[in-house]
């Protein structure tokens, strides 16, 4: 995240430099949206610290979900260069294109777009490994950048070889529309985490261990729950057990099953079950009611 946030100061520089330049919509439109993500990453980055902090006093299962607010902000930010984007396009098609300079604005667009393609496919592939959804939400907007670079290439591109300027708030259109999707879903997955919607995929995967587990043991087991807060993954049910078993028969039973599922999820499970006799299982337990 530090080289992430070292490499937007030094874009930033270099994209507002060949927006100046070049006087181009499309260039000026990628400047802009560095401006955000810069603003984006420094959030991050105080986001990543904040959630790699311990459960305290009064945070008793840790700060993991600031990465969802991060993601969101993130997420935000983005539509917000969209817009922004779109708004210098449609002011290009009001008043006229004026660009100059075509060759410098193409050699530092492309040179920024090569270190963001690098830059954004490491964060990706760290978020998804460490189940970070705000590391997964920076590179997949460094990657809008790249796009936006790449919109920004071939609209220089072809103005170079037609000669016709009206290239250049075609693509700045394109590439915002683009980046304007990329946040939408940033924001939607940042709501999703907040409010605990379950991963059908992490959940499926549990299940199935869960039924490998009480089929061997000859136990059942209902109230199946499951969450994930960023890095950490929630989980709880309840295990039925013959009344004629003692507590530490059971306990035992359940402490392995536990220990199954935590190391499915490793290294951040937490496994949480309620041990429940076969003469109590369909009582009603209002309180536990979704």
């Known amino acids: 995240m530090n080289l992430s946030l070292g490499a937007a100061v030094l874009l930033l520089g270099a994209k507002v430099t060949a927006a100046a330049v070049t006087g181009s919509s499309a260039v000026y439109s990628d400047a802009a949206e560095s401006v955000v993500h810069l603003l984006a990453v420094a959030f991050a980055a105080w986001a990543l610290r904040l959630a790699h902090k311990p459960a305290d006093e009064t945070h008793h299962f840790g700060h993991d979900k600031v990465a969802f607010l991060s993601a969101g902000f993130e997420g935000a930010m983005i539509a917000a260069a969209a817009i922004l984007i779109l708004y210098e396009a449609v002011r290009q098609f009001v008043f006229g294109v004026s660009i100059s300079h075509i060759g410098f604005g193409a050699v530092v667009t492309a040179a920024a777009a090569a270190l963001n393609l690098v830059l954004g496919l490491s ?168």
Request: with cysteine; aromatic share 6%.
């Open 123 to 290: 964060l990706v592939r760290i978020g998804k490994k460490n189940n970070s959804p705000l590391i997964r939400a920076n590179g997949m907007h460094v990657l809008t950048d790249v796009w936006s670079s790449v919109a920004v290439l071939v609209a220089l591109a072809l103005i170079h070889c037609t000669g016709w300027l009206w290239w250049d708030p075609i693509a700045a259109v394109i590439a915002s529309l683009n980046i304007l999707r990329v946040g939408f879903k940033l924001i939607r997955e940042s709501l999703a985490g907040l409010l605990d919607e379950a991963d059908p995929k992490v959940e499926r995967a549990i299940c199935e261990l869960l039924d490998r587990e009480v089929d061997q043991r000859g136990l059942s087991y209902h109230n199946f729950r499951h969450r994930h807060s960023g890095r950490t993954h929630w989980v709880e049910f309840h295990l039925v057990f013959d009344d004629d078993l003692t507590v530490g028969q059971a306990h035992e039973a359940a402490t392995e099953i536990e220990a199954s599922v935590a190391d499915l999820l490793k290294p951040d499970g937490r496994v949480i079950s309620h041990l429940e006799p076969k003469s109590a299982e369909h009582h009603e337990e209002r309180w536990e009611e979704r």
